[in-house]
């Protein structure tokens, strides 16, 4: 994959990471919800992480962010009903984990 092309794959990593961890702390200081903290904080640190791997060109980082989207799905899911937070979680995680599952296969053929 071109330079150009990793880096334009880290922007919604960048963006998902940042949005997870500013949830987590918002879900923490209205519901004193130590599970939101501990989850957003640590699934933001995640994209974060995968994102300025993508960045470098570094491995996995495609991977990671990837891993972090089916986590974020997988948690949200299940959820989705019961209220706005939920369902935009697992939109905007489903989003995310097909866009790097495309661009994973992608980079591997």
Not at 51 to 58: E, F, L, P, Q, V
Not at 86 to 100: C, E, Q, R
């Amino acid at each position: 994959m071109a330079s150009g092309s990793c880096s334009l794959s880290a922007y919604p990593a960048y963006v998902m990471g940042t949005l997870c961890i500013v949830g987590g702390i918002t879900g923490f200081a209205r519901t004193r919800s130590i599970p939101s903290l501990v989850a957003g904080v640590g699934v933001g640190a995640l994209y974060l992480w995968s994102a300025d791997s993508i960045r470098k060109g570094a491995a996995n980082g495609l991977e990671a962010a990837l891993g972090a989207s089916a986590l974020l799905l997988l948690s949200s899911a299940p959820r989705a009903a019961k209220g706005p937070v939920p369902a935009i979680l697992t939109a905007t995680s489903a989003v995310s984990a097909l866009y790097y599952g495309k661009t994973v296969l992608a980079v591997r053929s």
